[in-house]
């Protein structure tokens, strides 16, 4: 019974430290910034490639670019609209490295092949106007 009551406690006293951190940091700022995923309501490259072709269509390498490129400035212009109802944001970026560890390029993290939609950090307050926006 010892042995598990001192269990028990180390149990609890492990997690407790290690919910310090996420206690902290959610009492230091009433509205911090999250991380999310926004999809837009168009079609993904790929599924527009899929229905043209299901119906017996055929899509060049040219028009799918066309039509990501529309997808592009339609992702553009929700950033925009974002912008004008005053939440500040970023589009979430990578960094890609050359083999000696030089930067090659910073990659935004913007989707329009398989899935319509961008990673940007949002001040948590924002997240419900976001879900009414795209």
């Known amino acids: 019974m ?3 009551l001192r269990f028990a406690a180390l149990a609890v006293l492990a997690s407790s430290i290690l919910a310090l951190p996420y206690l902290k940091s959610s009492a230091v700022s009433s509205n911090p910034t999250v991380r999310v995923i926004v999809a837009l309501r168009d ?4 599924v527009y490639e899929a229905r043209i072709e299901k119906s017996g269509g055929s899509v ?35 960094n890609i490295k050359n083999f000696d560890g030089s930067l090659a390029a910073t990659v935004p993290l913007r989707y329009t092949l398989v899935y319509n939609g961008m990673a940007v950090d949002v001040p948590y307050s ?6 009414t926006m795209s």
């Open 60 to 94: 060049t390498t040219d028009q799918l670019q066309a039509y990501r490129s529309q997808l592009s400035v339609k992702q553009d212009q929700f950033l925009s609209a974002l912008s004008s109802k005053g939440v500040t944001f970023s589009v979430v970026s990578r």
């Open 43 to 46: 079609d993904p490259g790929a």
């Open 2 to 4: 010892f042995r598990f």
């Open 126 to 131: 924002a997240v419900d106007s976001i879900r």
